[in-house]
């Protein structure tokens, strides 16, 4: 039978798949925290209550049971945990709000409740961006699952680990095999955007209806379909009113176990300990049995007459390219950093070594400035347009990784490519010390968008670095040769590159015969700039010079604007937030129909306004340089890191967003923008929102 064939193919992926886990992804980042040993006899008891909305009966329910019994016979009765399911205590919302009060202090809450506050709590919603169930398990055990967990501590809460009631199947009166199918019907879902998102991807249209109305509605043919966990479609009947069911998997109705964080406080750090063992050490087994009542239910309602469809690999990958949009649609809604990390393990778990592979190599990290986003995304529009107009076959892979910022992150992210032979280029981005971290992995060539890095790298030109981006010195003797004749004081930041910046920057207005009225350096790391000095500063200079990479900007706009109102700043960046200040920035993208058509693709895709045209535009053009140095090679054959390379150095023109290359590398020269290209502008400088993405 079916259901026989599908717990045998289940149990066997499980095997394969724990067994690639083990070999290939590093464990996760726990927070630290006590050992987890706690001696006998102990005094003081300590009384928990834990609060959820499943009934008795439930999977989850008889893991909190479970949960209770291991943590008093482990604490040697010190932890006494008192269970109140079925919604006693209140609904979600209420439980949640008791638990950040400390008045409930375990608490375990539906994913899709939590993303109000914590929106990137939607990556299990994400359909078919898993290729098999297993893989979100991994994912949320390791270091992915570890992010989200932290991130409850913004509202309150201690992430512990996630449970779930099963994966989501679809439900119809017919097969749902292709995406296809699902044209011109209309869908239940819960209320959410995405799930909007995903039925329009798919051509349908999503009704939000509450869950207790879903059977009728089905019944009454307000709606063609529905997706739900198999426990969910059997405990409501809509097995009794719908004649198919297909088992697609699609996304998962995970829950996160919490602890209150100010009840964990209170607690010694063993107990704190033992509580987040204790309840990981259940989650395999409330999983497994999961899937074991599943296996039953899906066996009842086989006998009654339902009609069981499963996807195969096939239908799934198509499901998967139909729906893959969707990522780039909430991509900042659940975070490119997590997306990044999670598309980095499923490589590793499925590589495709027949495709040319560029590996993107950026800081996604909130606590950056955004632009490692705008660059991986300039990245992924070029090589889609390349793909389509001139054709690279197979089609080349995008690789991302988040370095963070952070020099051994970045070697990292390379190193798990290190001796890959489809590897052929990278495409760099964050701070100078992560690119020359970068550059001891040996690899294919890379490629810079990332405007004055190349200033602090040796001469004479590196092998394997390109870039197609503005240095210090070139940057230094264009903005010394438009503004040597005013007064110019410099803010600069306090970084190697900032350094770098100001000594060529006086350099070169000293050869103009003349020099800075004065510099203000910005401590990093979130200190508050000196707001004397700055005043001092603007009141002997006509213009300032803004050189702030970092997030630190948008302090010190907002600074500027209350103690120095009429300040005439300069920036060496775009992306400020939205100000009264007198602002131009230095621009290397033009205005013109090419970047206009670029920037409404961008929009429609990823849903974002363009925060840094200029280096979304060096991005793209980085990028189309190097898919035609891929095609060249594959042309002459055979198509290699090191042929990549040299068709680099031998390209012929290529029209650019930002110039015409003619062309743009040769043997002794690795830099494609020489300084005719910049301008100052005083138009799409700032964010229309005031805030970084």
Known sequence: MLIRHLIFVAAALAMLAALAFLIMWPAPMLEPVAPAAVDAPQSGIERLRFGYNMPEGSVMHEAAVRLAAELEASSAGRLQVELFPNQQLGNDHQMLEMARRGELDLLLTPTAKLSVALPQMQYPDLPFYFPASDDLYDLLDGEPGQMLLNSMRQIGLVGVTFWGNGFKQFTSDRPLLEPDDFSGNRYRIMKSRLLQTQFQLLGAEAIPIDFHQVRQALADGVVDGQENPIAAIHAMGIHEVQSDLTLSSHAYLAYALSISEQRFQQLPGALQRLIIDKAREITPWMRAETERREAQLLAEMEAGGMQIHLLSAEQRARFRAALRPLVARFESTIGADLLALSDQWLYQRYPQPERPLVAVDVDLSPAGDGSGLELKRGVELALDAFSQEQGVTPRMLMLVSDNRGQPGRAQRNLQLLAGAANWIGTVAGGNTDSLQAQLEIPGPAMLVPRAGE????????????????????????????????????????????????????????????????????IELGGQQPDHEALKRLIANSDRQLLAVRSRERLALVAALEKIAPHAR?????????????????????????????LERRYRARYGDPVHYPSLLAQAYDATWLLATAVKQADENGPMTAETVTEQLEQLPAVRGLIRDYTPAFGPDRHLALDGTEFRLSAGGCTLSTGTMP
């Open 569 to 597: 700043l300069v920036s060496l960046f775009e992306g400020l937030p939205a100000t009264r200040l007198d602002v131009t920035c230095v621009r290397v993208a033009p205005d013109s129909p090419a970047l206009a058509a």
């Open 454 to 521: 190349l200033g602090l790298l040796p001469r004479p030109v590196l092998p394997r670095l390109f870039g197609v981006s503005q240095d210090n010195s070139t940057l230094a003797r264009f903005l010394a040769s438009r503004l040597g004749d005013q007064r110019l004081g410099l803010i600069v930041e306090s970084s190697p590159w900032g350094q770098d910046f100001e000594h060529r920057l006086a350099a070169m207005m000293r050869r103009e015969g003349t020099h800075l009225s004065g510099t203000v350096t």
